[in-house]
């Protein structure tokens, strides 16, 4: 298709439904434009599979992580490649082995029954704040076992500066430099420096009590290479800085859409409430409790299919290459995969819109093609804190509806806003409703 169409359908009806539209025609024929360059829309599983785990070392990432997401990330295992990537992912992850995530259930626990008391009987919040805010919370005192959730709004609204300077830059035909004077570049660095101090600092007091903390961030202050080199402070501040980012905007997003479709959908919530009170009572949810806890991880599962945070992954191939059945992909054309066009796919979902739980029960869920439902991308680069979301995921709902019901005020239907991840396009409010 002509990309001239999917502009046009794009400005008419919005980007989501342009890469749904072009996602329904046969696979490899959606052309689409990411800023300058030329992009190919594959929308089967098969074709995931290929790109993402088949033929990992052919492709690398696409701009937005590699290039736009720099001043943010540095050079952190989100956007590096090759060695780099290889050596620091190995480095960070005993941070997510299964044995320590689990010992993060009970700071996620804690901190969402913290959440959840502050919020005032009857009265209105901002539900993607408070996620934002909890769930920034949770990354700090797991991770790096610092309190940040006083400084939660300030640091939030800096991340979002960065994101949208990184999804415009991507989006445009011409991106600007950041070090060109403009006054979204003079923002733009403005919001490193203030999330650099934050980092800094936090690096800084660990340098300095020389104390073994076990977390993530004395395992990079400690970590040794081959050579018995260790990673200068700007590496740690790009480790640090993309598991701080990447460890929480994606959770908040995904946390508040769950919400959102409990407020729309009373019956799941009832019934989430009742297995959470039967299960636990009001106590404090633990890391054996989650087992009892089906439904509360069958919804987080099901709401990122309906609005997966990371909505498409990109990647750019190193040479002219062709995949699937003779699809020609040019060195400097993009490739797109879209977790909102194969979630919303009916040959995969059917009845795709609805809201149903069930199709992530034990039974339903292997029956889900392989790579038709892939939130957390897939191969050598999939998402390292896949385990840690899910388990957080689990228990923030959990928490929430042992804790109260909520029920939409305002606007009743939230769209998405699908900059670097699929953000809610306002505030989420709701009604904080019945403690009992
Ligand atoms: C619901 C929550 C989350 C979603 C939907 C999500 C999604 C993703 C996706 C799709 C990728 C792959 C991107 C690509 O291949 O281009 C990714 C990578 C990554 N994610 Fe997540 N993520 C979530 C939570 C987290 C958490 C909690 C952490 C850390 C605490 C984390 C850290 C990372 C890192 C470091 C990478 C880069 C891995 C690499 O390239 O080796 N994510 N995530």
Known sequence: MNTLLFIGYALLHGR??????????????G????????????????????????????????????????????????????????????????????????????VMSAMARQTCHAWPAGGVISMHREMTRLTLGIVGRTLFDAD???????IGSRITELIRYATDQT????????????????????????????????????R????????????????????????????????????????????????????????????????LREQVRAAVGMRAITFADLPKLPLALEIFKESMRLYPPAYIVVREPLKDLEVGDGIKVKKGELIAMCEWVLHRDPRYFPDPLRFDPSRFSPENEPKIPRYAYFPFGGGRRICIGNQFALMEGQIILATVAQYCTL???????????????????GAVMMRVGSQQ
Do not use: C
């Not at 989501?16 to 024929?29: H, I």
């Open 171 to 206: 989006r445009s035909f011409r991106p600007v430099p950041l070090e060109k004077d403009t006054p979204q570049n003079r923002r733009a660095r403005e919001s490193v420096e203030k999330l650099n101090q934050t980092i800094y600092g936090m690096i800084e007091q660990r």
């Open 31 to 106: 052309r689409l434009r990411i800023g300058a360059r030329r992009a190919i829309l594959l929308s089967t599983p098969e074709l995931v599979e290929e790109v993402l785990v088949q033929r990992t070392d052919e492709f690398q990432k696409g701009p937005a992580l590699r290039v736009y997401s720099r001043p943010l990330l540095g050079n952190g295992i989100l956007s590096s490649e090759g060695e780099t990537h290889r050596k620091h992912r190995r480095l960070v992850a005993p941070a997510f082995a299964h044995q320590r995530v689990s010992r993060y259930a009970d």
């Open 407 to 425: 029920e939409m005020v305002g606007p009743k239907a939230v769209h998405g806003d699908p900059l670097m991840t699929l953000r809610p396009d």
């Open 16 to 29: 989501l439904a342009a890469l749904e539209f072009l996602g329904r025609r046969s696979p490899g024929s």
């Open 208 to 271: 300095a009590s020389a104390e073994d903390k076990g977390d993530l961030l004395s395992m990079l202050l400690l970590a040794r290479d081959e050579e018995g080199g260790s990673l200068s402070d700007e590496q740690v501040r790009d480790e640090a800085m993309t598991l701080f980012v990447a460890g929480h905007e994606t959770t908040a997003n995904a946390t508040t859409w769950s919400l959102y479709l409990l407020a729309r959908n009373p019956d799941v919530q009832r019934a």
């Open 148 to 154: 940040l959730l006083q400084d939660a709004d300030a």
